[in-house]
């Protein structure tokens, strides 16, 4: 397992080093601050008041920048290797092909991780000043865990595997943010991830927060589980690198 | 500690890369010397366990490498021909993620490793410096840093010194010479003066067939006395070029200076030149192609 761990904390160390990284945190921050502190017009609205609601809305605007950017950050994490020459030296040392995957998957999701957490920290830090009598937690953790993370695990997942089997991070990237922009604006139901924050969005509009889940956003919620973490797992054990084929 | 290909052939597709290759490599350098396309790098690669053969097997102190799962792994220190660096790391990171890769836990081990080995290659007060801003000898020093950690009994370097300036080259080779005391080293290069300098016994391939195996004076030895040097018209080469295997032209306006290897009749005006090992070599793989 540590070298598992080192794979996917190196991984995690390099990527935070990217100007980019910095660049879309501060972007989606701002983006989700504006979004999420009320205006004059909207301080009166009660929905604001209500901290299910805010934490929804944050996660919401959070993770409809962020998919696409864990697409680009994370979408060339195995063919860059290739690309660079490092899984041939990877190859010679003891380090297990199952060891090598499941450390970039690790890696993808704590780089995605990473950005949620700052984004949705500095994000209910107003919130805390605007009702600090009547400030709750629970609703921000929660979205956090079921709108944020199992998400990123389907997007980190989809970057993990995709773009090797596609051979391509590019051509991975394209057909990512077509899926999403089918999501977003054409209201595609078929398998989209985006569907479960669909659910959020609805009753966001109806200005209801959050209620128990029903059928749709559980089923969907083990979709985007399964899509995210089977095909790791298949892509850990089955052959890696047609040339090289030790890891 | 021996290595041993025994009856050793690889196919890629139709193109067959070695074919029914026997060789042994004992302690010290062992040069692999060969034109670029020629076969090393799959050698290289059958050697190192990354690829296995479609015929025959590599020994390492007799046991088959493909049958014993991680055992080349255990041993092995490989610095590829075409590698990178993750440019974002430090040097010292980029060891510390190789060490763990080789499985050294314990991080105190680590630290120890990685400040010998930087202090080894010259480069210890770089050592929190990116690699994106390293130069390429700089960047060849932590490849060959990072083969060292974990004191492997076997260093494949595969084309090391290509693209090095002179002086990176000649540190690179004494580093080299400094491993290969208790070790097997090999060293593969299309640079005949890298094996002239540091090896002692060498192999030749050409073609994906193993053309020579032994050490360097045997192979000097065979064109020992039949090395002439000529000065020819130009346009009298191609001609020349079907009678004799041709080692070395200089071109000096209108005139040649070749030197050739032959056992029959002189061209006018040659006489006897010293052989020098790549001399040997070129004749070896049949001689100068242009």
């Known amino acids: 397992m540590s070298k598992v761990f080192a794979i996917g904390n190196y991984d995690c160390k390099m990527k935070m080093r990217k100007i980019s990284f910095w660049l879309i945190t501060i972007l989606i921050t701002i983006y989700t601050l504006l979004d999420t502190i009320p205006s ?4 009166s609205m009660d929905v604001f008041n209500n901290h299910k609601y805010v934490a929804l809305r944050i996660m919401k605007d959070t993770m409809q920048l962020l998919s696409i950017y864990i697409a680009f950050l994370c979408g060339d994490c195995l ?45 209910t830090i107003p919130q805390i000043f605007m009702h600090p009598n009547a400030f709750e937690l629970k609703p921000y953790v929660m979205s956090f865990i079921i709108l944020g993370i199992i998400p990123v695990i389907f997007i980190s997942g989809l970057a993990t595997y995709l773009p090797y089997y596609i051979r391509s991070s590019k051509v991975f990237l394209v057909i990512f943010i077509l899926y999403w922009a089918l999501c977003e604006f054409a209201e595609f139901k078929g398998i989209e991830y985006i569907k479960y ?16 889940p029903e059928l749709g956003p559980v089923l969907n919620m083990c979709f985007l589980l399964a899509v995210g973490i089977i095909p790791v797992v298949v892509l850990a054990n089955t052959k890696y690198m047609k040339d090289i084929g030790r890891i | 500690m021996k290595i041993e290909l025994q009856n050793v052939s690889k196919s890629f597709s139709k193109n067959k890369a070695l074919a029914n290759v026997s060789l042994e490599i004992d302690k010290g350098i062992f040069g692999l010397l060969g034109r670029n396309g020629a076969g090393k790098t799959t050698m290289m690669r059958l050697i190192s366990n990354i690829l296995r053969p479609d015929e025959g097997k590599v020994l390492v102190d007799g046991k088959d490498i493909n049958a014993h799962e991680g055992y080349m792994q255990s041993i092995l220190g490989y610095l590829p021909q075409n590698y990178g660096l993750y440019p974002y790391l430090t040097a010292y990171e980029t060891l510390d993620y190789f060490t763990r890769l080789k499985g050294i836990t314990s991080s105190e081990d680590r630290r120890s490793q990685i400040n010998q080995i930087l202090k080894r290659v010259g480069l210890i007060d770089k050592k929190n410096v990116k690699i994106s801003k390293f130069s ?15 004191n492997p009994k076997v260093i494949i370097v595969d084309e090391p010194t290509a693209g090095l300036d002179p002086e990176e080259r000649m540190y690179f080779k004494n580093i080299l010479a400094e491993l290969a005391e208790d070790k ?37 030895d065979r064109v020992s006395g039949l090395t ?14 079907k009678e004799y295997c041709i080692v070395s032209t200089i071109h000096t306006g209108n005139e040649v200076k070749m030197k050739y290897v032959t056992t029959h009749n002189l061209i006018a005006n040659s006489k006897k030149v010293t052989a020098s090992l790549i001399d040997s070599y070129i004749y070896s793989i049949g001689g100068l192609e242009r």
Do not use: W
């Open chain 2, 184 to 220: 097997i080293i090999i060293l593969s290069t299309h640079i005949v003066s890298d094996v002239e300098d540091i090896g002692s016994r060498l192999a030749i391939i050409n073609e994906g067939k193993l053309i020579f195996s032994g050490s360097t004076n045997t192979l000097i």
């Open chain 1, 197 to 212: 924050i669909g659910y959020a969005k609805f009753k966001i509009f109806q200005g209801q927060g959050i209620s128990p």
């Open chain 2, 136 to 150: 390429g000898g700089m960047k060849q020093r932590i490849g060959i840093a990072q083969a060292v950690l974990g």
């Open chain 2, 228 to 241: 002439y040097e000529t000065v020819i018209p130009q346009n009298d080469v191609e001609k020349y070029r």
């Open chain 1, 40 to 43: 004059n017009y909207t301080r």
């Open chain 1, 79 to 123: 063919l860059k290797d290739e690309r660079l020459g490092i899984s041939e030296m990877m190859a010679s040392t003891s380090l297990k092909k199952r060891e090598y995957i499941y450390g970039k998957f690790i890696g993808n999701i704590s780089i995605s991780t990473a950005i949620l957490f700052i984004v949705t920290v500095i994000c």
